[in-house]
Antibody, heavy 121, light 110 residues
């Protein structure tokens, strides 16, 4: 059974940093692309970042480019989202999602339960 | 402002059929596969349709997907009260090199 467990969310001040982790199990992690998607309060889903199976390919939405960094550790079946220079508008539930194959452009066939990030002074 | 355009809401009676549209452009829907997701607030989104018209195992055939040009459509037949949720289309945008979603459509089963 595929399981994705996000952690690392919490309250942070504007301009601060936070590191989200997603622990994956139930599939061959090193062969699958992964993504992060968020949902701000009262808003829709927003794709924010994706990473190829090897980690050599990383992709970002314009809204987070230059501030967020996605990475993965295939030895630990973990994908990381390092979030710097956080803004109030980054407040959202952040979901880790497993892509349907080795390409980030593929659909997300399994999702975690999400972790809440609140950016506020 | 979402890259993909969906109606904010649709409604229909139990047992009826509803369709949800998703409009994009040649850089996204026109040249990439479309997927559809069901989302209840506070829960993990669920994949309903991938590669335009394929259903993952466990998704009933009441749910269907289609694509034509730069638009896609999700169809749901035999509506049930349990189908009340937000529905999102998603795809890849080759110009942005990023994933994109529609703004979401709230389905009400009257």
């Amino acid at each position: 059974e595929v399981q994705l467990l996000e952690s690392g969310g919490g309250l942070v001040q504007p301009g601060g940093s936070l590191r989200l982790s997603c622990a994956a199990s139930g599939f061959t992690f090193s062969s699958i692309a992964m993504s992060w998607v968020r949902q701000a309060p009262g808003k829709g889903l927003e794709w924010i970042s994706g990473i190829s199976p090897s980690g050599s390919g990383t992709y970002y939405a314009d809204s987070v480019k230059g501030r967020f960094t996605i990475s993965r550790d295939n030895s630990k079946n973990t994908v990381i989202l390092q979030m710097n220079s956080l803004r109030v508008e980054d407040t959202a539930i952040y979901y880790c999602a497993k892509c349907g194959g080795p390409m980030v452009k593929q659909s997300s066939d399994h999702w975690g339960q999400g972790t809440l990030v609140t950016v506020s002074s | 402002q979402s890259v993909l355009t969906q109606p904010p809401s649709v409604s229909a009676a139990p047992g009826q059929k509803v369709t949800i549209s998703c409009s994009g452009s040649s850089s996204n829907i026109g040249n990439n596969y479309v997927s559809w997701y069901q989302h209840l607030p506070g829960t993990a989104p669920k994949l309903l349709i991938y590669d335009n018209d394929k259903r993952p195992s466990g998704i009933p055939d009441r749910f269907s997907g289609s694509k034509s040009g730069t638009s896609a459509t999700l169809g749901i037949t035999g509506l049930q009260t349990g189908d009340e949720a937000d529905y999102y289309c998603g795809t890849w945008d080759s110009s942005l090199s990023a994933g994109v979603f529609g703004g979401g459509t709230k389905l009400t089963v009257l």
